[in-house]
């Protein structure tokens, strides 16, 4: 789901540090650092980065803006290859039963087992394509939030680590109780309050 | 500042008694529905109300109430049962527009938000309005949640919680 589609899941997050550089150059360096790098044709199951948000199947950030008015826009993009368990079982079947007539033996080792299940993998990764995921991210740096939008806990924790690393700043998620923590209207008695809260009982 | 993960799972209870507590000003205190202007906040339940109740330390029940015309009694008679709102699907109204979404309790995750409807993006030279316009339909559920919390969340650590709120959600639920 992108931020121009009909209907939008969003988590919101607060970034806890400010720009100690120019914006630009920061988030450029940070984005090109980190973008997506292709897995087709190589033996990786997986691949998380950044691409751009108006063309996510080619990561440019050379020649593409990511500034629209005060936001930052791109997308956060998780390529998988999903091998299916059966295919994996198949293939280690015939090759098991290739080794064995091969070496004349009528058994074969656990380790040879282990060896031939590894390479069975390396040489299903190499020839499945993968699938990409796209998340847009919208960065409003005047006030210091970030909007993802999706709301899977994997893809949130991607993008969580992938933000830090590639910006060095710290992403806070907003639920209730960081919402009234981080809050300009909460007196500091309220919030000492807040941490001592407990669930109220509305049936006794 | 407690540690993120330790909070969200020590507070989960904040986010669904707020969800419990924005189901009964919409149905007892419409007074309360305004935005940080004071303006009223046109808002009622949608088609779908989740609720959870907590039996003992290892289970929980989960009453799920779904349909366009679904009876909400049986969502009271949970909260009679001690249940809390956990997930509530809202209707957000202004003017002839019509905003729908989902929100989770002990997350804050807003989902199936779907906005009024806007143009479609047609030239590259469309796609900076449109995103502004998009942005500006969000931020409109998310300030009208945020003000709401806000007065819950002022109202929740004081003593006038227990004092005057919760008797009158009590006296609706029982």
Redesign the interface.
Known sequence: MG??S???????YRVNEKFEKSIIDTVAQGLKKNKIIEIDDVPQEMSVGWTTF?NPFIPDFENRSFI??N?I?FSLRIDKKSIPSKLIKKRVIIESSKKLSESGRDYISRNEKKQIKENVIHQLTLKIPSTPNIYDV?WNYEESTV?FLS?QKSANEEFETLFSKSFHMTL??????????F?D??SDS??D???K?L?????E | ??D?AV??N??K???N??L?WIWYIIENDRSKLIDHQKQPISLEIGNHIVLENRINEDSTEIISIKGDDADLKEGILA????A?VIELHLFFKENEHVWKFNI???????????PP?TGK?EE?ED??G???E??YL?SKI?GIM?DL??QF??L???PE??KKE?PK??SW??
């Not at chain 1, 009909?6 to 919101?12: E, G, H, L, M, P």
């Not at chain 2, 909260?79 to 001690?82: C, H, I, N, S």
């Open positions: 931020i121009l009909s209907t939008v899941s969003v988590t919101r108006e629209y008015g936001y826009i919208l909007w709301t806070i998620r907003l639920f209730p109780y960081t919402l009234a923590d809050s209207y909460l309220h919030k309050n807040l941490s809260l669930p109220t009982k509305f049936t | 500042m407690l993120i909070s969200y020590k507070f209870f904040i986010g008694e707020f419990t909260l009679k049962k001690g809390v989770k309790g002990e997350s804050f995750h807003i989902t199936g938000l779907k409807e993006v590259k796609i900076d449109a995103i502004l998009k942005y969000y998310f945020d919390f806000k969340i002022t929740r650590v004081t919680w227990e919760v959600i009590k639920i029982l």
